[in-house]
T-cell receptor
Framework: NAGVTQTPKFQVLKTGQSMTLQCAQDMNHNSMYWYRQDPGMGLRLIYYSASEGTTDKGEVPNGYNVSRLNKREFSLRLESAAPSQTSVYFC???????????????FGPGTRLTVT | GDSVTQMEGPVTLSEEACLTINCTYTATGYPSLFWYVQYPGEGLQLLLKATKADDKGSNKGFEATYRKETTSFHLEKGSVQVSDSAVYFCALSDFSQGGKLIFGQGTELSVKP
């Protein structure tokens, strides 16, 4: 049982390049999330998927797109990377639908992205 | 909107010292409160939680009490170990705001032998 996995662990992009961050969970969880972590700002929600087939914007969605490929996988795409998107990206999942208060969110190890 | 404020770090302590990391919140509804911990190179893990006023969450020797009158959820441990070195995040989830997790900025703790 690997929990939440993310690939890649590290990535360097040039401004304007595109890339997709991959996330998968093997816990049969319904809801999945993408956060970014910046120094002094905690974690901020980019997008989330309350269930397979649905996605919604979070606090900071601009410049990103997401795909809930199936129940296990939730990818985050940067179409044209900008230096402001340099950050650490975390994927998380939870058993409940949407943001049920009784369900813990499980986090992946993160992807450290640098855009030059 | 809802927000969480934590004491700034880094916090450096000697092994067996007492720890308090302050956390206060602003919320329009009746939030649940959480402490998450992030060990170096890893993702966040839930450390403890409290879902209503006066609840005390506890785990691994850490504890925090949900104080509605002071809108606080301070993290405490009586005797820290080197293995407690990590970044600690306070967070809230407010059902009236869709239940989203809102995080504080994190407090780095370094424990020296």
């Amino acid at each position: 049982n690997a929990g939440v996995t993310q690939t890649p662990k590290f990535q360097v992009l040039k401004t304007g390049q595109s890339m997709t961050l991959q996330c998968a969970q093997d816990m049969n969880h319904n809801s999945m999330y993408w956060y970014r972590q910046d120094p002094g700002m905690g974690l901020r929600l980019i997008y989330y998927s309350a269930s397979e087939g649905t996605t919604d914007k979070g606090e900071v969605p601009n410049g990103y797109n997401v795909s809930r490929l199936n129940k296990r996988e939730f990818s985050l795409r940067l179409e044209s990377a900008a230096p402001s998107q340099t950050s650490v990206y975390f994927c998380a999942s939870t058993q409940g639908y949407s943001f049920s208060l009784s369900y813990e969110q499980y986090f992946g190890p993160g992807t450290r992205l640098t855009v030059t | 909107g809802d927000s969480v404020t934590q004491m700034e770090g880094p916090v450096t302590l000697s092994e067996e010292a007492c720890l308090t990391i302050n956390c206060t919140y602003t919320a329009t509804g009746y939030p649940s409160l959480f402490w998450y911990v992030q060990y170096p190179g890893e993702g966040l893990q839930l450390l403890l939680k409290a879902t209503k006023a006066d609840d005390k969450g506890s785990n691994k020797g850490f504890e925090a009490t949900y104080r509605k009158e002071t809108t606080s959820f301070h993290l405490e441990k009586g005797s820290v170990q080197v293995s407690d070195s990590a970044v600690y995040f306070c967070a809230l989830s407010d059902f009236s705001q869709g239940g989203k997790l809102i995080f504080g900025q994190g407090t780095e703790l370094s424990v020296k032998p």
